[in-house]
T-cell receptor
Framework: DTEVTQTPKHLVMGMTNKKSLKCEQH?????MYWYKQKAKKPPELMFV???????INESVPSRFSPECPNSSLLNLHLHALQPEDSALYLC????????????FGEGSRLTVL | RKEVEQDPGPFNVPEGATVAFNCTYS??????FFWYRQDCRKEPKLLMS?????NEDGRFTAQLNRASQYISLLIRDSKLSDSATYLC????????????WGLGTSLAVNP
């Protein structure tokens, strides 16, 4: 079983909806990541939080808004998404940015209608 | 040139075969290296970290060649359950210490 927990596992939303994806880890990791993955492609980095501060934003559109309320939690707020945003959204954590292995959650499969 | 390159395959091998994957990286400042395995519609899972001295875990052996800037993964006695995509990941010292992912190599082990 993965030690990174993501909810919901599946999400269907319209282009005008507002929803959030949630991620939680209790391994004491201080780096947390959001990745987007399309079929037959590798994960594509979106955001990195290091010690609860946003460290990397890979020029992600503002309709995706990350939040790190504390060292165990990571959210991704979604608003006014487009159908091409449909993908598997993966949360991951690491001991520290640049150190150690990356542990993934099972992902949230998002469909935008 | 891509920062991390892998042969996408697919590799189709019979059960019991030995198969090897290579991955090349362009930045000599790379610090650490990993092989991840991803099953269809699942999350990537760490298969092995790759150390300078090489490392082995059962049927899996990983090697690092810093001079030629490549890492390899050898799978011996392939099982049907080894069918998956194998992703090479490189951690750079610079560049915000980002992880750079290869496109993955698809392996199908056939009965």
């Amino acid at each position: 079983d993965t030690e990174v927990t993501q909810t919901p596992k599946h999400l269907v939303m319209g282009m005008t909806n507002k929803k959030s994806l949630k991620c939680e880890q209790h391994m004491g990791h201080r780096a947390m990541y959001w990745y987007k993955q399309k079929a037959k492609k590798p994960p594509e980095l979106m955001f990195v939080y290091s010690y609860e501060k946003l460290s990397i934003n890979e020029s992600v559109p503002s309709r995706f808004s990350p939040e790190c309320p504390n060292s165990s939690l990571l959210n991704l707020h979604l608003h006014a998404l487009q159908p091409e945003d449909s993908a598997l959204y993966l949360c991951a954590s690491r001991l520290r940015q640049g150190s150690g292995e990356l542990f993934f959650g099972e992902g949230s499969r998002l469909t935008v209608l | 040139r891509k920062e991390v390159e892998q042969d996408p395959g697919p590799f189709n091998v019979p059960e019991g075969a030995t198969v090897a994957f290579n991955c090349t990286y362009s930045n000599s400042a790379s610090q650490s290296f990993f092989w991840y395995r991803q099953d269809c519609r699942k999350e990537p899972k760490l298969l092995m970290s790759v150390y300078s001295s090489g490392n082995e875990d059962g049927r899996f052996t990983a090697q690092l060649n810093r001079a030629s800037q490549y890492i390899s993964l050898l799978i011996r006695d392939s099982k049907l359950s080894d069918s998956a995509t194998y992703l090479c990941v490189v951690n750079y010292a610079g560049n915000n210490r980002k992880l750079i992912w290869g496109l993955g190599t698809s392996l199908a082990v056939n009965p």
